[in-house]
């Protein structure tokens, strides 16, 4: 079993995720109402535009939040890991979902059903409480995101994302390098940095030819993670 009641999933540093944010109660009893469901990689969790009356717990593994513009843009928008909360927005308030969730890797999954989530928050005020520290968590994270995105060259952002992503999800080789473990696209990587497919594959492309990074059609491994640093920080981004 993958999800505990009486302590915390864990994070990667710098957030602090809703399951870690309950004390043993909740989750005692979010558990008990709740039940744990497995997913293969590469299927929906949620789908944008669906209708449904529960929300989710992620207990391990890595899911892609996307969305679908009107005229078919798909832009993703975070990755979400151990912990975190998923389907809030439409499982409370009865609307439709607003973005697609796909597990990049086998994962499961807490699914409770709203009126149960209700009750629960009720009764235990840390889970409302920790409900308004993520909603207040993400909105800073899309403001900085947004911020950046005007004041940060591409490159420094990309530079930063993987770093995070090769200390959170990552396998070290006996070379030194890091494989970063998510079978993520360059299209992801432009989304999740504010970017186009063209700037990424371009930088990429540079970073390759380096040696600092190695990339295969949806992984990326870095190799030289000293290197990114410096980009991340302002520096020279190669050539």
Partial sequence: MHFQDDGPL??????????DLLDPAARQVLRAGGQVTAYAAREDL???N????????????CIKVTTVSAVGYQAVLALRGPGDLLGEQGGLDGGPRSATLTALVPVRALLIPAAIFRAAARDHPVIT???HHV???????ADRQRTSAGADPLAARLAGLLLDLAASHGRRHASGAVEISLPLSQDDF????????????????????EGWVITARTHV??????????????GPTGG
């Fill in 10 to 19: 864990g994070h990667g540093p710098g957030r602090t995720p809703f399951w």
């Fill in 221 to 234: 491994t870095v190799g030289n993670t000293d290197a990114l640093k410096r980009v991340r920080e302002g």
């Fill in 129 to 131: 409480g920790a409900v």
């Fill in 46 to 48: 949620l789908r944008q």
């Fill in 190 to 209: 432009a989304g999740l940095v504010l970017g186009s497919r063209r700037s990424v594959s371009r930088v990429l492309e540079q970073w390759r030819a």
């Fill in 135 to 141: 909603l207040s968590t993400r909105l800073r994270d």
């Fill in 50 to 61: 669906d209708f449904g009356d529960h929300l989710l717990v992620l207990g391990c593994g």
